[in-house]
């Protein structure tokens, strides 16, 4: 069987040992002679299913204990309606950073519910690069903070987790979680759709500091109150059971790998070889501010963007698929989550250099 080297922004690859465990596990869990699928999500097996899960992830990530974990649906970009509904309190306004696409949406939906203070805008760059601490415009009275730490389109990534004072932080981790070592307890609350770094899409998880919970708008649904999960161990309804299952499950490869350190160093060394390939030609060209750049999501173009298709073509002749950039940008997008082995990034940049040996 020849798997792909398959560099979707997501969903994305998982862990070939991963979706192998599970496919060994399908018909029958550990003895239950029950699919996880076929299981009752408040039955004893499940259960230890889910409680490991969210144990593995507290372990891995250092999650400390005035934290709740919610396994929700819905997706990030519920979050983006959730977060205002259930964080503005009795504030009037909340500030949001704006580093690109994610950032936008996350703004114009907090907008039906709230007052936004943009506390930053890189338009002015394309989006190619983040506000540096002295440049945020922070309101110390805002009800939170939100940025995007990874924008997954633009390939832009902070270099430093904002100083928002006593205002929480909060953070659309989507692309960038579990990707390196982050101090929690900086933040009021993370969240992450599960498709590019946890698992199967279905699955939203949300880290959040117990004090923010329990002051949502009147009005907001009972299913949109962070309440509501947090007091019922995210089972108030039926949860994306499988793929919470399979999320726990990448955990474990996690923990086997080294955890969180073991994977960055990883990380680093594929983003390494992707970037140090593309500044090494004058042929390929990626318009991040160096400091800036995604490890997750890299963005390049061809110096002749006629040329496009028939890299594409190589490329996926060589196993390597899903390369073609955002529509918003173009030229091409790798994105070297954590699955994505070392192999499909040096067999990428060996390709790279075939082409521009013939074309360029
Ligand atoms: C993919 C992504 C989203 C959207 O996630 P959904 O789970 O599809 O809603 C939001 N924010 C970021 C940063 C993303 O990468």
């Keep these: 069987m020849a798997r792909k080297f398959n560099f979707s922004a997501g ?21 239950s002679g029950m699919s996880v699928m076929e299981m009752s999500h408040r039955g004893k097996e499940y259960m230890s299913i889910a409680a490991r899960a969210e144990a593995d992830l507290r372990d891995v990530m250092a999650i400390p204990d005035n934290y709740k974990v919610l396994f929700l649906q819905g997706g990030a970009s519920s979050q983006f309606a959730m977060i205002p509904m259930n964080l503005v309190g009795d504030k009037q306004s909340a500030d949001y950073i704006n580093t690109g696409m ?12 709230i007052t936004v203070n943009i506390a930053a805008d890189t338009s002015d760059s ?12 922070l309101n110390p009275d805002a009800a939170y903070v939100h940025y995007t730490p990874n924008e997954t389109i633009g390939g832009v990534e902070f270099d430093y987790i904002p100083d928002t004072g006593d205002v929480p932080l909060i953070a659309d981790m989507s692309s960038t979680i579990l990707s390196r070592p982050i101090d929690v307890s900086r933040f009021g609350m993370i969240y992450a759709g599960a ?20 002051k949502a708008s009147a009005g907001t649904p009972t299913m949109f109150d962070y309440a509501t999960h947090a007091e019922n161990e995210s089972m108030y309804n039926t949860p994306a059971t ?6 726990g499950l990448v955990f474990e490869w996690l923990k086997e790998l080294g955890g969180l350190e073991g994977m960055a160093a ?31 999501n890299v963005p390049f173009t061809l110096a002749n963007p006629e040329l496009d298709a028939a890299f594409l073509k190589g490329a ?40 521009e040996r013939n074309q360029g």
């Design 11 to 31: 969903p994305a690859m998982l862990p070939t040992s991963v979706i192998e465990r599970a496919q060994a596990e399908m018909l029958d869990w550990n003895g």
């Design 102 to 113: 994610w950032s936008k949406k996350a703004i114009s939906e907090a907008k039906r519910y």
């Design 126 to 137: 394309g989006f190619t690069t983040v506000p540096s601490q002295d440049q945020l415009k």
């Design 195 to 214: 498709q590019k770094n946890i698992g199967p899409a279905g699955l939203t998880i949300v880290i959040i500091r117990e004090d923010l919970i329990g």
């Design 242 to 247: 499988y793929s919470w299952y399979v999320a």
């Design 266 to 296: 990883i990380n680093k060394r594929k983003a390494e070889k992707l970037y140090a390939a593309i500044d090494a030609s004058d042929f390929y060209a990626n318009p991040v501010a160096i400091h800036a750049r995604s490890w997750m």
């Design 316 to 355: 996926s002749e060589r196993g390597l698929v899903t390369l073609k950039g955002h529509r918003s940008v173009g030229g091409m997008r790798a994105s070297i989550y954590n699955a994505m082995p070392e192999e499909g990034v040096d067999l990428l940049v060996a390709w790279m250099q075939e082409f």
